[in-house]
C-alpha cells in the first residue's frame, strides 16, 4: 500500500487525466468569456443583476476543476485485520457530462479487500471528489477511482459501483427524469470470486 504518499505525486500516479486542465484556469478570462457569452445569449452583463455574474461563474469554474482537500492517500497497519471486505457508500459526487457540459450526479460505492491495513475512509471520498471535478462520462470516472484505489492498496482486489443521474437526460433531450445510469468495476478477486462479487453488489445496493 502506499501510505501517506504527497498529495499530488499519489493523485497523479492514478494516470493521465483526460479533461483536465494541467494549470489553474485563468479567472479573469474565463469571467471575460462569461460576459461574452451573456451578450450572445441577449443578455446585457451590465444590468444590475448580472454585475458580478462572470466572476462568480469564473470562481466555480476554478473550485470545480480544483476540489478542495484531492489528498494522499492515508493507510493504517492493522495487522490483525484479513481478507476483510470494506465498502464505503453513500458518497455522492457532482461531475460535468463532457457532452452537454451539464451537471451529472454521482453516488458512489466502493471497495475493497483488507489484508494487514486499512485505507483512511475520508479517503475514498477524496478521490471520488478529485475525479468528478473535470468534464466526465461516467465509465470514465467509475474506472478512474477504482484504478487508483488499486494503486492505493497495491493490488487488483478493488470494486466500485456509481450509480448516475444526468441533467442532459432529464433536463433536456430525452426528458427523463427518472432515468439513472449504474457503471460497475470489478477487479481481481471481485471479479473471479462470485460469492465476493455477490456481496458487494448487494451492499452496494443497500441504502
Ligand atoms: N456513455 C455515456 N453517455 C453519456 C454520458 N453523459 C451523457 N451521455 C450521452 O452522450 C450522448 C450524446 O449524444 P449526441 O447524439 O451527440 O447528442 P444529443 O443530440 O444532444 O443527444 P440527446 O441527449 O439524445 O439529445 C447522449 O446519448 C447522452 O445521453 C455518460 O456519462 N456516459
Ligand atoms: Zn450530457
Known sequence: MTTSASPTAALNAAGPAPGRPVAAIDTGRVADLIAQLLVELGEDPTREGLIGTPD?????????????????????????????????????????????????????????VADGEVVGLSKFGRIAQHFAGRLQVQERFTRQVADYLTGVIGR?????????????????GVRMEAAHTTTVHTGGRFGSDPVLSQQFLTLAASP
Not at 84 to 112: D, F, K, R
Not at 156 to 172: I, K, P
Open 156 to 172: 487488483e482486489d478493488v470494486a466500485v459501483a456509481v450509480q448516475g443521474v444526468h441533467l442532459c437526460m432529464s433536463m433536456r
Open 56 to 112: 462568480r461563474v469564473a470562481a466555480w469554474w476554478s473550485a470545480f476543476l480544483s476540489p478542495a482537500g484531492a489528498a494522499t492517500a492515508t493507510c493504517f497497519t492493522e495487522t490483525l485485520v484479513s481478507d476483510q471486505l470494506v465498502i464505503v457508500g453513500g458518497m455522492s459526487v457532482w461531475s460535468l457530462c463532457e457532452h452537454h457540459m451539464l451537471p451529472m450526479n454521482l453516488q458512489v460505492t466502493a471497495a475493497y
